[in-house]
Structures are given as structure tokens and as C-alpha cells.
């Protein structure tokens, strides 16, 4: 089993619709949780960071839950420009720090 | 600010050339990181560094070595590159106080790799 697992896709969306990923995680000491977007041949990008209050940011929502090993993220009223993959990105401490990334989920949001 | 940067941007090699990327940031972030995304999978962290003059191996050390001779350069090298080694190499920083971890990384724009 991957450590952080994500939903390949692509997800095809119209603009305008609410579309939302999860990501799931295995190992319950995670410290740390991010949200990166990364477009074609380009390096990732901070979207958000998820707290455990959960979080907004515009249109984007992030949400963390610890007993599940989950964070999830909200992506209201699609832009062109949101069509992109998105990576989920766990920190750990476990001897040493690293931060695990998943896949990535591609998102295409269709005019 | 420049943010991170890395030279080169593509490079083309032949199996058993070698080779030094490199990496810069002018945040003045303690730790600097090498991973490889090639796909399918998610980036996988081949070194790091927690300070100048320290290294460490990551997931996927074989066949990399790296050097962080000053805070804000982190090289890494190939010594015999092999085809196994084609990928995009993404060099990242981040900044951390203490032993909290919850700092993003800032990601250079990487360096496509080809070997032949």
C-alpha cells in the first residue's frame, strides 16, 4: 500500500462546478498536510496548507481528518485555469523528517 | 527574489557520462532537498540536507551523490549516469525552526534529464 494514495483521474469538469479530491495517508504519526498544484512540465506550487480546523482560501477548501487519515479538497466554481494536477504531500517525523507525496490527481475543467 | 533556481534546465547525456546539477535559493532556508518525478509516481526524495555541510540520503540515493558546501547551493551529481536515470529532477527548499516540520517547500523548476 502507498503511503499517500490519490486518485489518479482525470476528473473532466464543466467550468463552474464544484468538483472535490481526497487523499488518504497510512501512516498516523503525519505531522503535516499540504495541497501542491503542479501544471504540465512545471514544478509544484503551494496551494494551500490543511490544518486540522479545516481551512478556506477563495474558492478552495481544505480538510483534514486525523482519525480517518484523510485530507480532502473543495474546488468551487471551476476555472479554465484550475486544469492542472494536484498533489497531496504529508509530512512525517519518523527518524528522520520527509515529506511523502502522492500521484497527483489531474483535473481538467472543460469550457 | 530569485526564490529557487536550477541550471540546467534539459540536458541530454550519454550512459556512463556524468554530470552536476545545481541548485540556489536566496531564502536562507536551512533545509534543501533532490527529488526525481517520473511518472506514474509521486516525487521521490533522493537527498537532502538539514544545514551546510550536511547531507543525507533519501528514498532513492543509488547513483546520486550531493554536496551543500554553502547554505544556499546544494549540487547534486551523477557520477555514470544510466537510462534508469532519465527523469525531471525537481529541486526544492524549506525553512524550519526547531524540530516543527509543518514549513512548505518552495520548488525550483526542475531539470529534464535524458540518458541515452
Known amino acids: 500500500r502507498k503511503e499517500v494514495e490519490q486518485d489518479p483521474g482525470p476528473f473532466n469538469v464543466p467550468e463552474g462546478a464544484t468538483v472535490a479530491f481526497n487523499c488518504t495517508y497510512s501512516n498516523s504519526a503525519s505531522q503535516s498536510f499540504f495541497w501542491y498544484r503542479q501544471d504540465c512540465r512545471k514544478e509544484p506550487k503551494l496551494l494551500m496548507s490543511v490544518y486540522s480546523s479545516g481551512n478556506e482560501d477563495g474558492r478552495f477548501t481544505a480538510q483534514l481528518n486525523r482519525a480517518s487519515q484523510y485530507i480532502s479538497l473543495l474546488i468551487r466554481d471551476s476555472k479554465l485555469s484550475d486544469s492542472a494536477t494536484y498533489l497531496c504531500?504529508?509530512?512525517?517525523?519518523?527518524?528522520?523528517?520527509?515529506?511523502?507525496f502522492g500521484t497527483g490527481t489531474r483535473l481538467k475543467v472543460l469550457a | 527574489n530569485a526564490g529557487v533556481t536550477q541550471t540546467p534546465k534539459f540536458r541530454v547525456l550519454k550512459t556512463g557520462q556524468s554530470m552536476t546539477l545545481l541548485c540556489a535559493q536566496d531564502?536562507?532556508?536551512?533545509?534543501m532537498y533532490w527529488y526525481r518525478q517520473d511518472p506514474g509516481m509521486g516525487l521521490r526524495l533522493i537527498h537532502y540536507?538539514?544545514?551546510?555541510?550536511?547531507?543525507a540520503k533519501g528514498e532513492v540515493p543509488d547513483g546520486y551523490n550531493v554536496s551543500r558546501l554553502k547554505k544556499q547551493n546544494f549540487l547534486l551529481g551523477l557520477e555514470s549516469a544510466a537510462p534508469s536515470q532519465t527523469s525531471v529532477y525537481f529541486c526544492?527548499?524549506?525553512?524550519?525552526?526547531?524540530?516543527?516540520?509543518?514549513?512548505?517547500?518552495?520548488f525550483g523548476p526542475g531539470t529534464r534529464l535524458t540518458v541515452t
Open positions: 540536507s538539514v544545514g551546510e555541510g550536511t547531507t
Open positions: 531564502m536562507n532556508h536551512e533545509y
Open positions: 504531500v504529508v509530512g512525517q517525523l519518523s527518524g528522520t523528517y520527509k515529506y511523502i
Open positions: 526544492a527548499s524549506s525553512w524550519t525552526s526547531g524540530s516543527s516540520w509543518t514549513y512548505e517547500q518552495y
